[in-house]
């Protein structure tokens, strides 16, 4: 018999679904080392809707190694960890950036 895998809930004082995914995508980008952690399986949830969760990335597996890093419901063909993605702007959900002082 497996083990039983064991899931940390992370709450964050975000308030939107874009600004929750910009957030987990920059821990996968900074953590990924951490082999522990499988970014791959990551949902989001509303606070009060637990229950209820959003896959952030598509996940889909490649015949060789690795996964595809795109969000959930992409457009257009799967890309690997070797493949440039393009940059998102850390914004924490708001509409801009804070200016920085």
Do not use: K, Y
């Amino acid at each position: 018999m497996t083990a039983p895998r064991w899931v940390i809930h992370l709450p964050t004082t975000l308030t939107s679904l874009d600004g929750a995914a910009i957030l987990a995508t920059a821990l996968r980008d900074s953590l990924g080392h951490v082999t522990a952690i499988d970014f791959g399986e990551a949902t989001l949830s509303e606070e009060d809707s637990q229950f209820l969760r959003t896959r952030v990335w598509c996940d889909a597996r490649f015949d060789g190694a690795g996964r595809c890093r795109r969000r959930d419901g992409h457009a257009g063909p799967c890309r690997s960890a070797d493949e440039e993605l393009p940059a998102i702007a850390a914004t924490g959900g708001a509409e801009e950036a804070p200016p920085v002082v």
